[in-house]
């Protein structure tokens, strides 16, 4: 079954500060990984990451992955309130007939303080 | 708006009712995706349709739960003879896809069921 483990769990940090989230995975077929942020409501897209080592970035936000090590890490710097969120993490399985067949982690709760 | 839209936005009901929700996909997304989310975790697989083609099903999905898509558009969800466990958060998602390319995931709002 597949398998995916956020940490931290929780996290509070104060605006300016720099982030790392956590993301490991087991997969049986792997096609992509991907992260998430939810606010109050629906779980709104960052990256997916499909080749190892390539880093996405967007704005103050990157990810990269490591199909090695199973592992993906999402950065943050210079977080400010509205970063303030749940970040989850998810990965696809290829295999099969079905497609957008998430296992998503249990997600990482950061808060950031003025 | 062009998202994804569920309706409704939150549902009462008592357990031993039977409920239906709606969910409009992305007009281009051919692929539309149910997920269950509960307090402090993160949203559970629970069906897949392309298209009008309902291809796969969680085995979450008891036999209480139905899942439609007529024509490839908007999909409906019933829960017959609710339980309180089936208290949720209700999500839909959608895709544009054809072979092994899939587009992320989009997600709707969602419909938030409390079973008293």
């Known amino acids: 079954e597949d398998k995916v483990v956020q940490s931290p769990l929780s996290l509070v940090v104060h605006e300016g500060d720099t982030v790392t989230l956590n993301c490991s995975y087991e997969?049986?077929?792997?096609?992509?990984l991907l992260w998430y942020k939810q606010e109050k409501k629906a779980p709104t897209f960052l990256f997916m990451l499909?080749?190892?080592?390539i880093e996405k970035k967007s704005g103050r936000l990157s990810s990269i992955l490591d199909k090695k090590e199973l592992f993906s890490i999402l950065n943050i710097t210079a977080t400010q309130t509205g970063d303030s969120a749940v970040y989850l993490c998810a990965v696809e399985n290829a295999g099969g007939t079905s497609y957008g067949k998430l296992t998503f982690g249990q997600g990482t709760i950061l808060t950031v303080h003025p | 708006d062009t998202g994804v839209s569920q309706d409704p936005r939150h549902k009462i009901t008592k357990r031993g009712q039977n409920v239906t929700f709606r969910c409009d996909p992305i007009s281009e997304h051919n692929r539309l995706y149910w997920y269950r989310q509960t307090l402090g975790q993160g949203p559970e697989f629970l069906t897949y349709f392309q298209n009008e083609a309902q291809l796969e099903k969680s085995r979450l999905l008891s036999d209480r739960f139905s899942a439609e898509r007529p024509k490839g558009s908007f999909s409906t969800l019933e829960i017959q003879r609710t339980e309180q466990g089936d208290s949720a958060m209700y999500l839909c998602?959608?895709?544009?896809?054809?072979?092994?390319?899939?587009?992320?995931?989009?997600f709707g709002n969602g419909t938030r069921l409390t079973v008293t």
């Open positions: 499909t080749s190892s080592g």
């Open positions: 997969v049986t077929n792997f096609r992509s």
């Open positions: 998602a959608s895709s544009s896809g054809a072979g092994f390319y899939n587009s992320p995931l989009h």
